[in-house]
């Protein structure tokens, strides 16, 4: 066989090659974009409406009755500096200490399994089952009894929330926001990827003894009237996957079969030359 129909029939066969390459690239093109036009606006926007103003009724619930194992800053002041330091945690010398949740977590008073705290000088209170204005009217009737004109503060210092499932950064964040919605919680663990399920998200909250699990539905307005709207400490939300997840993952791999088709491609272009 002449050296001038070998070559013949090699080029012959690559054109074939290329020719099929071309199709399977034609076909994986139509595939990965009828999977990735399984995300539409409808499944993906939060708080959805045609009306241009909504306004609703906020449901701020109950407020949050302090647990055992919460940490709790009780800060007292008066005009008299040293005489306010015996009842503080917190020294001069260690307040720039207080930039994160441990420091917090080290210099509050943390409630024990029997609702109470041991305050300086004043001793043990029953602080389980009250909110945070109702430990502050405690406390202040207590102070009263050493100081004069002296004014105490109380804020819940391991106000964190746990975010799992399909979001960009699952994992916990603690919260320095009384009235934390469940958006400014998602946001703190980077938003929802694109394949989580907007309409079934678990809120699971601890009321005592007990572990209620609820579903809300983002894409719509009323959420806004749930009481687990806004978060209660140790709130965990837990975002589903939903079934286009599994396509997206298979996207990622035609993604890399498309750049190995396009780089064979490129190549028998160059060669064929």
Do not use: W
Request: with cysteine.
């Amino acid at each position: 066989m002449s050296k001038k129909s070998i070559t013949s029939k090699m080029k012959k066969s690559m054109l074939d090659m290329r020719k099929s390459i071309g199709f399977n690239f034609s076909i994986a093109l139509i595939l990965a974009f009828m999977l990735s036009s399984c995300y539409t606006s409808k499944g993906v926007d939060y708080l959805q409406s045609n009306q241009q103003t909504i306004i609703l009724p906020l449901n701020k619930g109950e407020q949050y009755k302090i647990q055992p194992s919460d940490v709790l800053s009780i800060k007292v002041q008066s005009r008299d500096p040293e005489q306010t330091a015996f009842f503080n945690l917190t020294s001069i010398e260690n307040r720039n200490f207080q930039a994160n949740p441990a420091s917090l977590f080290l210099s509050g008073y943390t409630v024990d399994p029997e609702g109470a705290i041991n305050l300086a000088i004043v001793g043990e209170l029953k602080v389980g089952g009250l909110n945070v204005d109702e430990i502050r009217d405690l406390v202040q009737v207590e102070i009263d009894k050493y100081l004069v004109n002296a004014a105490v503060t109380v804020q819940l210092t391991s106000f964190k929330v746990s975010v799992l499932g399909d979001v960009k950064n699952p994992g916990t964040n603690y919260i320095y926001n009384n009235q934390a919605t469940i958006f400014e919680g998602l946001a703190a663990a980077g938003d929802l990827n694109l394949s989580a399920k907007r309409k079934k998200v678990k809120v699971i909250r601890q009321i005592g003894n007990e572990s209620v699990v609820v579903n809300l539905d983002l894409t719509k307005p009323s959420i806004i009237k749930s009481p687990y709207y806004f978060l209660h400490p140790n709130d965990v939300i837990y975002v589903e996957t939903s079934k286009p997840n599994i396509k997206q993952s298979n996207l990622g791999v035609l993604t890399l079969i498309l750049s190995a088709i396009t780089t064979t491609v490129l190549v028998l272009n160059f060669t064929t030359k």
